[in-house]
């Protein structure tokens, strides 16, 4: 019994080295990112702002109403809602302000983007700008998203952050909105990989777009920004981030709906990881870019790392109270890994959240742990349904606006 929890504990040691170690260097790498300035484009794209909304009535025409008075050239860009259940009212309502409007009844976000991709001829638009229903792009968003295709991007993440913070909760989901910029957008660019998709404020070449969303695994899959990562690596395309291009976005201010946001992320991770091995995989040139995006799927989500630390302390308690030495490494060697992750996510942390506010949120942490193993018993291996996050935040800070 001892022999085999000291493999296990070794082998899961291993695995915690070489994930941290991962993480760490690529913190490290994001600090030194250098952004070359693009030249600002001398030609207008036609864009598409396209929003699929599901029961967002309360929310969808203030997102809306923002889109419509961006400052991007009118002329060259259109406000589409893919309107899945919304209330007659609403679509109305949409419409009246001058945005289109298609209904469809789809219940699934990829099916929704499909769907509209689908109705537009070829050659009306360029890019295709995704936005979630509670997203708001701020000032020359589209602007510097348009030096940055014409400069030759064709896939475009914009720096996704959060517009509320009005809970705990809320503010340790922004927290980890930003560490993820730092870690999978500006440490994989510094590196020369591709960023990662957040899910909304993306942008993508129009005929790219349709031609990943009319590939059918994508329409019965909750995951699709996982999706488009996986059709881009296929394809040889880098995602290209535009720190200074910010979308606001709801970030989840209950461990009810962090509960299942998270299972839908845990559910769609699973899923892709599993393609890795897929037949479909097997042509593609497994280069470091390749390797790259697999060792992401590997990784753990943040919370669950601090579940498995919570979980070695005690045992270290164990073993000090008790005297049996029943896992290996020595708890040193655990203590020291503990230490590099905190670090890892102190350089990912902005400076702005290093204030009195975290440290009073850092209470929900045991809360956030639990509902993430909550989530983790939930997984379902082939969901089919989607599982949408809840928006109910309209207002925005004075210095968010």
């Known amino acids: 019994m001892v022999t085999f929890l000291y493999i296990a504990g070794l082998l899961l040691f291993i695995y915690l ?90 219940r699934m976000k990829s099916r929704s983007i499909h769907a509209a991709l689908d109705t537009l001829p070829t050659g009306q638009y360029e890019l295709v700008m ?50 993820n910029n730092h870690l999978f957008r500006l440490g994989q660019q510094s590196l020369g990989f591709s960023a990662a998709p957040s899910g909304s404020g993306m942008a993508v070449e129009f005929h790219l777009l349709k031609a990943i969303f009319n590939w059918k695994p994508i329409l019965e899959n909750p995951g699709e920004d ?23 976005d709801e970030k989840v201010a209950s461990h009810d709906v962090f509960e ?8 769609a991770q699973w899923y892709h990881l599993r393609m890795f091995w897929e037949p479909d995989m097997i042509g593609i040139r497994k280069d470091r870019h390749y390797y790259n995006k697999l060792v992401q799927n590997l990784l753990l989500p943040r919370s669950l790392y601090l579940v498995v630390f919570s979980a070695i302390i005690l045992l270290v308690i ?9 896992f290996f490494p020595v708890p040193g060697w655990w203590l020291s890994l503990l230490l590099f992750f905190l670090l890892t996510l102190a350089i990912a942390m902005p400076s702005r959240y290093y204030s009195s506010p975290t440290i009073k949120a850092l209470l929900s942490l045991p809360g956030l742990m639990i509902a993430m193993l909550r989530a ?26």
Not at 54 to 72: C, G, K, Q, S
Not at 226 to 241: A, T
Not at 260 to 267: A, D, F, G, N, T
Request: net charge neutral; aromatic share 8%.
């Open 17 to 106: 080295f070489c994930s941290i170690t991962y993480l760490l260097v690529v913190a490290i790498a994001g600090l030194m990112y250098r952004d070359e300035p693009i030249p600002a484009a001398t030609e207008y794209a036609r864009i598409l702002i396209l929003i699929p909304s599901f029961r967002d009535d309360h929310i969808i025409r203030n997102t809306v109403e923002e889109a419509l008075n961006h400052n991007y050239p009118s002329s060259n860009f259109n406000v589409m809602v893919v309107a899945d259940t919304l209330q007659s009212g609403t679509v109305e309502d949409l419409r009246k302000m001058g945005a289109n409007v298609l209904e469809v009844n789809t």
């Open 226 to 248: 996982r999706e488009i990562d996986m059709q881009l690596l296929k394809r040889g395309i880098q995602m290209h981030y535009l720190p200074e291009a910010w979308v606001l």
């Open 130 to 179: 995704l936005l979630d229903a509670d997203n708001i792009m701020k000032a020359d968003c589209l602007l510097l998203v348009n030096n940055a295709f014409k400069a030759g991007h064709l896939a475009i993440q914009c720096h996704r952050t959060a517009k509320n913070e009005q809970t705990s909760v809320a503010l340790l989901d922004a927290i980890s909105e930003e560490i």
């Open 318 to 326: 164990i073993r000090y109270t008790t005297g049996w030495a029943f």
């Open 260 to 267: 299942k946001q998270r299972l839908r992320w845990l559910e």
């Open 376 to 401: 983790l018993f939930k997984v379902k291996r082939s969901r089919k349904e989607f599982i949408p996050t809840p928006k109910t935040y309209t207002g925005l800070k004075e210095s968010q606006k």
